[in-house]
């Protein structure tokens, strides 16, 4: 980069904290530019129908208000305590963001980001060495009509979160087998059973795969489709020992997680329902002939082998970041979570404890390595699935505090 010019920054992902990030850089008169590969909040139109369990005091920064007031003074959010789905979310804040003056031009939709490499470096050439930052990264790029190009940055800013990449559904979490095959036949990600993938779902055999917060929340709307079209049939399956699936944080301030933890839990363990419930299981294969054609799956139910024959199979097994994006890059990877290292390795001190109650884990633990390469969002979790809005805004301040060198910078602040 010459000489008193701004650094280029590229924010990869244009989630709630690419485009956070990127209006902060913004404020700060940083040059900028934000790749997203699909629209605007894309994963979280994924999972659209899903209400957050955090309110939306907590999912908006003042920055961000601010920014959409001052284009539309009488734009109205939803009130602070108000927990609002994921639709409503990009609705009332992701959506005018993205439109607000401050951003203009800075946003490139349907652009996705292939690959980012070091000019001149190779990722074993210099290691750690602050002459790698003396070049700009490359980001090699693909349009929605499929044409490729390489443009240059500075700064990275890695925030493509995880909701992209699935787990595996089989034991110590290859695939099972046969999975491969039938991957294009498998709901990973959270499908709206009440509203556009009702036909899909109601009326049919259902195993469901998984003892987290989404496995939750489609157990809850399946019961619900249940209740509506009374031959739906769920089974629920679940590696855990536990016979109540879903952990309840005790005295949980957050009232939407804990409602949705009782509702699952007690469609597991009641007998009268439309939910059968398998705990201890791991699945061994898979097998379908094709879309609507049915499939059978074979698992170990308490050591028992035990074979169903439904419908549908959803897996809620959780997801992983897409580590390939910087492959030519030098970034240390926690080999449990594949989660940047020291970021990783502070969360640890934090094992087991309740997402609300982790601090900010400090500007330092967001460095790699590579130099002015920063994994910001969910996706610096990695597999770990504790992350919350509020510490990714916290990490694009802290971010930008090293990337300005002003340790009082607080834009959040200043509102
Ligand atoms: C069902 C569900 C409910 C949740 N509820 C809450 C909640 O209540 N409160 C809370 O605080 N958190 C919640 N979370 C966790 C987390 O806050 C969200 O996942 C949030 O969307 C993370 O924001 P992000 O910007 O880090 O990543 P994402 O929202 O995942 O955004 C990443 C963006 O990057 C884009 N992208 C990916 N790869 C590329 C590429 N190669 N090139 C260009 N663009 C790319 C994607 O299209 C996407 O738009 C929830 C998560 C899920 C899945």
Redesign the pocket.
């Known amino acids: 980069m010459p000489k008193n010019e701004q650094p280029r920054i590229a924010v ?8 956070e990030a990127a209006l902060y850089a913004r404020r700060l008169d940083l040059p900028i530019t934000v ?10 139109h994924r ?1 659209g129908h ?1 209400r ?3 309110p939306f005091g ?2 908006s920064t003042p920055l961000g208000r601010a920014a959409i007031q001052a284009d539309k003074s009488k734009h109205e959010f939803p009130t602070e305590t108000d ?1 609002t789905t ?1 639709r409503e979310h990009i609705a009332a804040y992701l959506e005018p963001l993205a439109k607000c003056d401050a951003l203009a031009n800075c946003l490139r939709t349907e ?4 690959a980012i490499g070091r000019r001149g470096f190779l990722k074993h050439e210099e290691p750690g060495s602050a002459k790698r930052g003396q070049q700009p990264f490359r980001l090699l790029l693909r349009d929605k009509k499929g044409a490729e190009r390489s443009e240059e940055a500075d700064i990275v800013l890695d ?6 990449r699935h787990r595996w559904l089989g034991d110590g979490g290859i695939p099972a087998a046969g999975e491969l095959a039938a991957e294009p036949q498998i709901a990973y990600q ?1 499908d709206d059973v009440l509203g556009d993938r009702k036909a899909h779902y109601a009326g049919k055999t259902i195993v469901l795969i998984g003892s987290g ?2 496995a939750a ?1 489609t157990v809850c709307n399946l019961a619900a489709l249940g209740d509506q079209v009374v031959e739906t049939w769920v089974i629920w399956l679940a590696r855990t020992t536990r016979s109540q699936p879903i952990p309840r944080v005790a005295g949980d301030p957050l009232k ?2 804990d409602r949705l933890a009782v509702k699952a839990n007690t469609l597991a363990t009641r007998s009268d329902g439309n939910v059968e419930f398998h705990p201890q299981t791991v699945i061994e294969a898979i097998e379908t002939a094709g879309p609507d054609k049915g499939f059978k799956v074979s698992a170990r139910c308490a050591g028992k082998v035990r074979t169903f024959e439904p419908d549908r199979v959803i897996a809620h097994v959780g ?1 992983t970041p ?1 580590t390939d ?1 910087y492959r030519e890059l030098q970034i240390h990877e926690c080999y449990a979570s594949l989660g940047p290292m020291s970021l990783a390795a502070s969360l640890l001190k934090h094992a087991g404890a309740d997402c609300l109650s982790i601090p900010s884990q400090g500007a330092a633990t967001l460095r790699n390595p590579e130099p002015n390469f920063y994994i ?4 610096s979790y990695g597999r770990n699935s504790n ?4 510490a ?1 805004f916290e990490q694009i301040r802290e971010v930008f505090t090293l990337i300005s060198g002003k340790s009082e910078l607080d834009l959040y602040k200043k509102r």
């Open positions: 990869l992902g244009a989630g709630p904290i690419g485009l790749y997203e590969r699909g629209r605007i909040g894309e994963h979280m999972w899903v957050l369990f955090s907590m999912n927990c994921g652009t996705q980001v292939l925030c493509t979160g995880t909701y992209g959270l917060y989404s929340t939407e997680r997801y897409d994006l910001l969002g969910t996706k992350f919350l809005l509020r990714g």
